[in-house]
């Protein structure tokens, strides 16, 4: 999915989607997402000291939008919503195919995911052996 410039806020730093999946629930499908460009890519990691990044994001079901937390979390429940937040970049020793469509190594930090949610591959018999919980947010 493209991100329409009028979603885009803030100088390119904030944008909004609004998704639905009607199909095949249990499958890994597609998702809002957003490639963030620069002059500065492609960045080898030596040069790289810090990545700072800050989000808010919400999950809701359509028809429970303006209910209170509680309804909210039950309209999730009853229609099985199952999501992940993640930060995800792209790495590649080649600089072309660093910014291709299938660079070499992909690293992913799960921001947020409902339960029975996992990376594909992930072995699920130990599924939160590298775990993290930072401030009662799971990582």
């Known amino acids: 999915m493209t991100i329409p410039d009028s979603l885009v806020k803030n100088n ?27 002059p500065l ?10 990545v700072a990044f800050a989000g808010d994001w919400g999950i809701n079901v359509t028809s429970a939008l303006q209910a209170d937390t509680q309804a909210r979390e039950q309209a999730l429940n009853d229609n099985d919503v199952q999501y992940n937040v993640a930060l995800d970049m792209f790495l590649d020793a080649n600089e072309t195919q660093a910014q291709a469509d299938l660079p070499h190594y992909e690293i992913m930090v799960w921001l947020s995911y409902s339960y029975n949610v996992y990376p594909v591959g992930i072995d699920t018999s130990s599924p939160d052996k590298d775990q993290f919980v930072i401030n009662g947010t799971r990582l």
């Open 12 to 38: 390119g730093t904030a944008f909004d989607a609004t998704w639905r999946w009607l199909n095949n629930s249990d499958k890994v499908h597609a998702y809002p997402h957003f490639k963030l460009d620069s």
């Open 41 to 50: 890519y492609p960045l080898s990691l030596t040069q790289l000291s810090a």
